[in-house]
Structure formats: structure tokens, C-alpha cells
């Protein structure tokens, strides 16, 4: 069963719609496109999935949960089209949650996921095991300068990972080649002043063709980490840049919300947690409960926790093992419940918080107390 | 106003949820994202969108119209973080749908539309103006030279436009530089024989790094257009693609439904036919009324073709005049409702019709017939 690719799907059915033929009609709409009867037999059995199991959840009226077994050579081993397979055309139909995927040793190996992983991440860092912190360069609209003397106050207070804010690109305001070396000297500066090990890491989300160029200038800048926003740019990109840099890759969620949904979607777990993880994020940046976005509650949360840290390829003969990934939630986290996550989480996570740390007006004592609680011996792993 | 990006959401507000804490919310969020108190006041004015309208509306308990104007200097000027602005931090929320955007002159400069556009299109295949025809190569699993004959077969019969089916790339059943040369092969000897002016495109949908490889390959192998997926390379592949190839643009929308949502996520019509338009497809795929997806009605089909027909960037001075795009309504368009179609949406329009060309059995007369009705006096300009 190597060469299958097994997919759930969760469906919710209107009245009217017949739980069969809806998954008969996804089975040929994610492979051949055509009516059954037009396709000759010898490629029937070799694209079409077939249905290994629908069954009705007890979740409610209308829904069901559909397991469906693609053939992995459908997707050409192609992470585009893999996407395409899983969910392009339904995407445009309703009622239909891609819920889980059991990836093949094959898609394994190509997708690979993290280059760096937790251990990596921490290695870079040069520190034992315990959670990280980070916090992000804000708000647009500031001057370089500024944006760079905020990176030396959070360096000189020991916060592991200092981001751009992914709203930060080329503004005129603060344009990247120039944001990028003024933040890094200030980072450079300001651990040789305090021994620290602090990393910035630029924004480098541009259009296709600027990727490169802003790839190439942070990692000829010294930078070992960079930000992106895969769902902006496709998630092909973080496997690109994977492949084509040595920087370890924070996958920022922007758009992500757009694709990820409850009774049409994607299931955010997988998107985020596993999907991201696979493509190559070492650390993956999620709305954490508590914060400003409601949508995605302490249950979800632990669900992206799990599928970013959970083995993944390293069971069945043959397949490779996928580092895990690093969770960073973020989106509005408290730094007076800095403790309260790093006792939940554990030591690996990256706890982002930003303006929570901006409102105490101190940067570098607001970032020191923040930087404190992950240094407590009891949250060391 | 003309630096004034003015974007209309349309809210659904749960009953705990004040609609103008929302809209507060969301022009934070796609701009500072930072608490408003932490925002230094000389950077508030310049970034954070002023709250134009909010109104609730006819439609139903909890609806909102907010109108919101963002300067436009917080996206520089960069497809990616426009989306990150129009879309990015909010997709994460709920019940927010992005409707409406009145472009600034620098913006429908920079994203600038169709190279070639409906009359650009007509220009390639050298005809006059009346509806166009266009069928797609598949099922995937087929061997090249089967889909190079049903190439051929199309061409003989006068489509005007063969595309790969998009779920064709690189499989290992029919490569994707081996089915490029066989199928352009194809139709210009059926061009040759017939005196006819048939285009193949390619689907040149792959991850980044092979993207412009496919591109490179498919200009060298004469074709005059191809078909991408931008929902999932990401939008500004578009861009990128018009720029650095003389080809047209079709755009499928696989994935698009994952983005596009009745609630929460970007206005199908705004998505599909503006902003896919204006990032540079000359075709548009949709799925069109009476079809296999029962999501996309006949209201917003005709949506879609207003918005990638109407005038765009022409009315104040100083903007730049987007050319119109062609709709291409597919996704299980009977050919027996040829006509009715080319009635209904005019000369402006390419009619894409897959499968119920196959189950006629002969290619080449179920072409002919096909093509016989877009070709009548009637439904010319």
C-alpha cells in the first residue's frame, strides 16, 4: 500500500445530496475529471481513488466521513498538484473538509519537511532545551531606524528570535535591503555586548522573482532565520527556499484563514500543523488561544501542537523521518501569561508575544522579564 | 484620494460581537497590529485605514457593510503584501468577507491586467470577434500519444483553444516536455492541413524553480498561451508570468473555493473576476451554472463576467486602462447547451467544454459541431 495516498475527507450533506454520489463525484473530480464512462478502463484502476470507507459521523445530521485512496502517482511527486489532488477543484464545491492525509514514503521524501526542526532551531540558537521566545519589529509605518533600535532593545534583553512584522516588506517607510542590514548590525551589536544569541529574521514575502532576491540578501547578510507567508506565496515556496538556503524558516500564518474552514476546507490543524510542517517551516506561527482571534480555541491549539511535534515518516520501513517543527503561537498572547504557556507547552515552542511587550514601554526590561521565564530551570526540558 | 485604497467587508456579527469593535479591530489588524495605545501618533494617521462606513444591512441579523480606506503606501506597492492587506491577519477571524476594492492609479499601474486581453486573445488566433471554444486534454493516466492525438483530433475539428487538463503535469504516464513538443506538434500539423488556427496550451503549474522552466520550455515550443493554477503557485506568479513571457494567460481556479466563502473569506466574483483579471489573466476559468458545481449559481457566474468585462482603471485620470479578460465558463458545460451559452454571454466569452466532447465518442465531429456553433453569424459582435 506504499504507493497509496490515503485521504479523509469529513462531508456535510444537504438534504438533498446523496452521501455516495457526492463521494464518487470527488473521487473523479480530484483525478480524471471526466464521467466514469468516458474513461478507458486500463486508467480508470490507475487514477481514480477508490472509496475505502464512508460512513456517517456522530456529529450530526448530513455529515460523513469519506476516506478515499488516490493513487500517489497522480500527483507526479509534484507539491503543486499533490494540492490540486487533495483539494483544487472540490475547493469550488461545498460541504467538503479534507481532514487528514497518510503520506506516502515517496511524497515524504520529496515534501522532506523541516531542514532545521526543533533541535536545529536550538542549535542555531546555541541554548539547552527549553521554550523560546520572539517578538516582531512594529508597526509599519516607522523608520528604519527606529524598527532597528526596537531589534537592539529586544536583543539586549535576550529574546531568541526577533521577526520583522510580517506586514513589513519594501514600504518606503523602512525598504527591506535597508531594514535588513540595519536590524542585523543592531542584532550583531548588541550580542556582542551581552554575549547573547539573539537572531533576526527579516520578512522576505515578495512577489515571485523579489523571493530570491530578498532570500539572497538575508542569508549575505548573516541572517540564519528567516519569516515568510507561505499562503501568500504559494506553499511550493518554503520547499524552495528549503532547498536553496541554509536559514531555518518561520512560516507566518497571513492568509491562511482564507483556505482553512469548519464545514468547507481545510482542516487548520492539518494546514497549519502538518501540511506547513511537511513543506519545510521549522517553526509555524498560529493565533493562540486567548488572543485576539477566537476562532482558534485551546483545542485547536493543542491539535497544531500535536501534528507539528508528532513522529511523522519514521514508522513504516522505507519512509524518511520528518524533523517536528516548532509551534509559535502568537496573535495577541499576554507576557503576563508568558508562564502560563510555557508551563502548557513545554520547552518545545516558541512563544511569540508583541504588543504586549511594546505596552510595558521598556523594551529591553519588558523583553528581560519576558526572556526570564523561558530561562527558569523548571521549564528546562 | 487617489493614494486612498477603499476596500468594502461585508461582516456577520455574532450577537456577543459589537460590529464597530470589529471594524476597529480589523483596520488594526491589517495595518499596526498593535493595540492602539502602543501606535505612535504620527504613524497612526499614515497607516491605520480610517473607518469610511459602517452600516448594517437589509440582508440579515448581524450584517455589516464596513468600508474602509487604507493608505496605500502600507502595501508598497507589492502584490503579496496587498493580499497581506486586503485578507491576510483577518482570514484567521470569522464572519468578515472581503467584497469590494476600488483600486488606486499606482496599484492598477503596478498589477496592471491582461497582456493580451479579449481582443488580444482574438488577435492570436486570428479571428473576428464571436465566442470562442475551448476543450482540455484528459484524463490524466493517458499516455502522450493518446492526449497528442485527441490534440490533434481537437484541432482538426476547430477548437480554438486545447488546453491540458490541469491535473495533467508531470506524471510519469505523459512528462510534462514530452507532452508539451507532442501536443504542439500535433496542432500544427492539424493547423497545417486544415488552414486552421488552433492553440495548445501547456499547463505550466509547478512548484517554484520548475515554474519558469515549463514557461522557458513552452515559449520555445511556440505555444502562444498556457494555463496555470494561481491559487496555487500564488497570485502574483500571474504577474510574473505576463512579464517575463509573451504568452496569454489562463487562469484555473482549483483551489479558488478554499478562498472564496458566503461568510468569511474574498467574494467569489472579486477573487475570480477582478482580481485574477487584474493580476494579468487574459482567461478566467470558472465553473459555470448548470455544471457539476451547484456553488457557483447563475447570479454569480454573471457576477464574474461583469467584473471581468467592465470597464476597470479607465474613469479618472492618471489610472491606467485595464484591458477586459475573457470568461471561461467550464466545469461540466453540456455541449447540446453550446448555443444557449453563446446566446446568453455573447461574443466575449470562451466556452470550455471537457467531457461531454469525449462522450461523443468521435473527437473530431463533436469538435466540429461545437466549434460549428460558436462559428455561426448569429453570435458574432
Same mark, same amino acid.
Given at each position: 500500500?506504499?504507493?497509496?495516498?490515503?485521504?479523509?475527507?469529513?462531508?456535510?450533506?444537504?438534504?438533498?445530496?446523496?452521501?455516495?454520489?457526492?463521494?464518487?463525484?470527488?473521487?473523479?473530480?480530484?483525478?480524471?475529471?471526466?464521467?466514469?464512462?468516458?474513461?478507458?478502463?486500463?486508467?480508470?484502476?490507475?487514477?481514480?481513488?477508490?472509496?475505502?470507507?464512508?460512513?456517517?459521523?456522530?456529529?450530526g445530521?448530513?455529515?460523513y466521513?469519506?476516506?478515499?485512496?488516490?493513487?500517489?502517482?497522480?500527483?507526479?511527486?509534484?507539491?503543486?498538484?499533490l494540492?490540486?489532488?487533495?483539494?483544487?477543484?472540490?475547493?469550488?464545491?461545498?460541504?467538503?473538509?479534507?481532514?487528514?492525509?497518510?503520506?506516502?514514503?515517496?511524497?515524504?521524501?520529496?515534501?522532506?519537511?523541516?531542514?532545521y526542526?526543533?533541535?536545529?532551531?536550538?542549535?542555531?540558537?546555541?541554548?539547552?532545551?527549553?521554550?523560546?521566545?520572539?517578538?516582531?519589529?512594529?508597526?509599519? /509605518? +516607522? =523608520? &528604519?531606524?527606529?524598527? #532597528?533600535?526596537?531589534?537592539? !532593545?529586544? $536583543?539586549?534583553?535576550g529574546?531568541?528570535?526577533?521577526?520583522?512584522?510580517?506586514?513589513?516588506?519594501?514600504?518606503?517607510?523602512?525598504?527591506?535591503?535597508?531594514?535588513?542590514?540595519?536590524?542585523?548590525?543592531?542584532?550583531?551589536?548588541?550580542?556582542?555586548?551581552?554575549?547573547?544569541?539573539?537572531?533576526?529574521?527579516?520578512?522576505?514575502?515578495?512577489?515571485?522573482?523579489?523571493?530570491?532576491?530578498?532570500?539572497?540578501?538575508?542569508?549575505?547578510?548573516?541572517?540564519?532565520?528567516?519569516?515568510?507567508?507561505?499562503?501568500?506565496? /504559494? +506553499? =511550493? &515556496?518554503?520547499?524552495? #527556499?528549503?532547498?536553496?538556503? !541554509?536559514? $531555518?524558516?518561520?512560516?507566518?500564518?497571513?492568509?491562511?484563514?482564507?483556505?482553512?474552514?469548519?464545514?468547507?476546507?481545510?482542516?487548520?490543524?492539518?494546514?497549519?500543523?502538518?501540511?506547513?510542517r511537511?513543506?519545510?517551516?521549522?517553526?509555524?506561527?498560529?493565533?493562540?488561544?486567548?488572543?485576539?482571534?477566537?476562532?482558534?480555541?485551546?483545542?485547536?491549539?493543542?491539535?497544531?501542537?500535536?501534528?507539528?511535534?508528532?513522529?511523522?515518516?519514521?514508522?513504516?520501513a522505507?519512509?524518511?523521518?520528518?524533523?517536528?517543527?516548532?509551534?509559535?503561537?502568537?496573535?495577541?498572547?499576554?507576557?503576563?501569561?508568558?508562564?502560563?504557556?510555557?508551563?502548557?507547552?513545554?520547552?518545545?515552542?516558541?512563544?511569540?508575544?508583541?504588543?504586549?511587550?511594546?505596552?510595558?514601554?521598556?523594551?529591553?526590561?519588558?523583553?528581560?522579564?519576558f526572556?526570564?521565564?523561558?530561562?527558569?530551570?523548571?521549564?528546562?526540558?
Open positions: 500500500m506504499s504507493d497509496v495516498l490515503r485521504v479523509t475527507y469529513q462531508l456535510t450533506c444537504r438534504p438533498d445530496e446523496d452521501p455516495e454520489d457526492k463521494a464518487r463525484g470527488i473521487a473523479l473530480e480530484q483525478s480524471a475529471e471526466l464521467p466514469a464512462r468516458c474513461i478507458p478502463e486500463h486508467v480508470y484502476d490507475q487514477v481514480v481513488p477508490t472509496i475505502e470507507c464512508l460512513e456517517p459521523l456522530d456529529s445530521a448530513g455529515r466521513r469519506l476516506v478515499l485512496d488516490f493513487p500517489e502517482a497522480i500527483t507526479g511527486l509534484e507539491p503543486t498538484q494540492i490540486n489532488n487533495l483539494f483544487g477543484n472540490i475547493s469550488l464545491k461545498s460541504g467538503i473538509r479534507l481532514d487528514e492525509v497518510t503520506w506516502t514514503p515517496n511524497l515524504l521524501r520529496t515534501l522532506g519537511g523541516p531542514r526542526g526543533v533541535d536545529g532551531v536550538r542549535e542555531l540558537l546555541g541554548i539547552g532545551r527549553r521554550p523560546m521566545t520572539s517578538t516582531a519589529l512594529k508597526p509599519l /509605518g +516607522l =523608520d &528604519t531606524a527606529t524598527l #532597528a533600535g526596537f531589534c537592539a !532593545d529586544f $536583543a539586549r534583553g529574546i531568541d528570535l526577533i521577526k520583522d512584522d510580517h506586514g513589513l516588506c519594501n514600504q518606503a517607510t523602512s525598504p527591506f535591503h535597508e531594514r535588513l542590514l540595519a536590524c542585523q548590525r543592531a542584532v550583531n551589536e548588541a550580542n556582542a555586548e551581552t554575549g547573547g544569541h539573539s537572531l533576526y529574521l527579516p520578512n522576505v514575502t515578495a512577489p515571485q522573482g523579489a523571493l530570491a532576491e530578498r532570500l539572497d540578501a538575508a542569508q549575505e547578510a548573516g541572517c540564519r532565520a528567516v519569516l515568510i507567508c507561505p499562503f501568500i506565496t /504559494g +506553499l =511550493d &515556496t518554503l520547499l524552495w #527556499a528549503r532547498e536553496h538556503y !541554509d536559514m $531555518a524558516l518561520m512560516a507566518h500564518p497571513a492568509f491562511a484563514g482564507a483556505i482553512a474552514g469548519a464545514e468547507h476546507g481545510i482542516d487548520p490543524a492539518l494546514l497549519l500543523g502538518e501540511m506547513t511537511l513543506f519545510g517551516a521549522d517553526m509555524v506561527v498560529y493565533t493562540n488561544a486567548e488572543g485576539r482571534f477566537p476562532t482558534y480555541d485551546q483545542a485547536l491549539c493543542d491539535r497544531i501542537n500535536d501534528r507539528l511535534w508528532r513522529p511523522l515518516g519514521a514508522a513504516a522505507g519512509e524518511s523521518a520528518i524533523r517536528p517543527a516548532l509551534p509559535t503561537p502568537g496573535g495577541g498572547v499576554d507576557a503576563a501569561r508568558a508562564p502560563y504557556w510555557a508551563e502548557r507547552y513545554g520547552p518545545d515552542v516558541v512563544l511569540l508575544i508583541g504588543g504586549s511587550l511594546y505596552a510595558q514601554g521598556d523594551l529591553v526590561a519588558a523583553a528581560r522579564r526572556q526570564d521565564v523561558v530561562e527558569r530551570p523548571e521549564y528546562a526540558g
